[in-house]
Nanobody, 120 residues
Framework: QVQLVESGGGLVQAGGSLRLSCAAS????????MGWYRQAPGKQRELVTT???????NYADFVKGRFTISRDNAKNTVYLQMNSLKPEDTAVYYC??????????????WGQGTQVTVSS
C-alpha cells in the first residue's frame, strides 16, 4: 500500500512559477516510478511527467522546457517545478505512483490532487 499527499498548488499569474510536492508513504520500496498527471475541467486526465527509481524522466510535449520533475529519496518526495505557466496549465494535478504486480500489470496509487490555477 502506498499513500500519496500532494501540496503546493495555488493561484499564479501567467508566466509565473509554482512548485508541487508529493510525499509518498507506505510500501515505497515497491514503487517503480512516480509521476504527475493533470485534469482540467471537462477534459480527460493526461500525463504530465514521470520519474523512475533510477532517475530517468519523461515529459509530455506541452511541458517540455517549462516543467521539471525531481525527487528526494531521503524524504520519499517527488517535486514538480512549473515555470512559465500558462492559463491552459490550469488543472487539478495528481501525483501518481506505479507498482509492478506481474508481467504486463501494474497497480497505480493516486493522491487527492492539488489545484493549480493560472490567471491570464
Amino acid at each position: 500500500q502506498v499513500q500519496l499527499v500532494e501540496s503546493g498548488g495555488g493561484l499564479v499569474q501567467a508566466g509565473g512559477s509554482l512548485r508541487l510536492s508529493c510525499a509518498a508513504s507506505g510500501s515505497i520500496f515497491s514503487i517503480n516510478y512516480m509521476g504527475w498527471y493533470r485534469q482540467a475541467p471537462g477534459k480527460q486526465r493526461e500525463l504530465v511527467t514521470t520519474i523512475t527509481r533510477g532517475g530517468s524522466t519523461n515529459y509530455a510535449d506541452f511541458v517540455k522546457g517549462r516543467f521539471t520533475i525531481s525527487r528526494d529519496n531521503a524524504k520519499n518526495t517527488v517535486y514538480l517545478q512549473m515555470n512559465s505557466l500558462k492559463p491552459e496549465d490550469t488543472a487539478v494535478y495528481y501525483c501518481n505512483a506505479a507498482v509492478p504486480l506481474w508481467a504486463g500489470e501494474r497497480r497505480d496509487y493516486w493522491g487527492q490532487g492539488t489545484q493549480v490555477t493560472v490567471s491570464s
